[in-house]
């Protein structure tokens, strides 16, 4: 089979980590749906592998921690048993993101339960050196997962938000008005000025605008769990290595000092 050239390639991953569909880079490359689903899945390998390797022994002093939701095939309670085995239902990103550099340390696609959390937590353990503070939200799995995977050498902070009653005029997909927030020292010392978890949730923003599987009431998501994962690490690379954040005027990686260029998107395509 022809390979396709690395202009093209980059041309493809462009569109990919833009917000297209699938059948829309096929359309806009003029190549089959297949070669596009082709170079997400080799590429999201080379990507995963290369997060693992390179996003090491980071200096990280504040982490702030969160997950974002999302679904394969159809949302859970519409999912039938045989479907399940297959991978469908409800499935949760776990992102670790440095509050200073806006590096993602670590991520993991999976459920949202405390097993999932723990394997979260200790592969951001694994990443970081040094004593960190983290902050997350509410989500009680987080309990056991900071203190299994930090032990004692940490401060951290939940922050729980309170949300109002909804309005008798909500519509279905309004979300409920934040009325304030709890913050709860956890264990450590975790400096008050700097709980927070507005980064990281900002950047699941990124997540939606940049992945079109994440974008809501449309019918871009993913139908196969292994392409959901596959476009998340090549995210994960892009976002790091290849995206300049906009008030760093770098991108995270080089703050971090991972890097000491912006990369291209050839770049990214040619790990794979």
Not at 223 to 241: G, L
Request: proline share 2%; charged share 25%.
């Amino acid at each position: 089979m022809n390979r396709l050239s690395i202009v093209d390639r980059a041309a493809i991953l462009g569109m990919l980590v833009e917000g297209n569909s699938l059948r829309s880079c096929s359309r806009l490359a003029d190549v089959s749906i297949n070669t596009v689903t082709k170079l997400l899945v080799d590429l999201g390998v080379a990507c995963e592998k290369f997060h693992n390797q390179h996003v090491r022994n980071v200096r990280v002093r504040r982490l702030q921690a969160d997950e974002i939701w999302c679904f394969i095939g159809a949302k859970a309670k519409n999912v039938t048993p045989e479907k399940k085995a297959e991978g469908w239902g409800d499935v949760w990103t776990w992102t670790g993101l440095d509050a200073d550099t806006k590096l993602c340390v670590s991520y993991l696609v999976g459920g949202r339960s405390a097993d999932w959390a723990i394997d979260f937590m200790k592969d951001a353990a694994s990443r970081i050196r040094g004593r960190v503070q983290i902050t997350t939200d509410g989500h009680k799995a987080y309990l056991e997962a900071v203190e299994e995977a930090f032990g004692a050498d940490v401060d951290y902070a939940q922050l729980q938000k309170i949300y109002g009653a909804p309005a008798e005029n909500d519509t279905r997909y309004s979300p409920a008005t934040c009325i304030g927030c709890e913050m709860k020292t956890v264990s450590g010392d975790p400096d008050p000025k700097h709980v927070s978890t507005s980064y990281v949730e900002r950047h699941n923003l990124t997540m939606r605008m940049g992945m079109r599987r994440f974008t809501r009431l449309t019918n871009g998501f993913s139908k196969k769990i292994e392409n959901h994962i596959a476009m998340v690490a090549i995210h994960a690379v892009y976002y790091n290595f290849a995206r300049i954040h906009k008030t760093l005027r770098i991108t995270p990686a080089m703050a971090a000092g991972l890097s000491d260029h912006v990369w291209s998107l050839e770049e990214i395509v040619a790990l794979s």
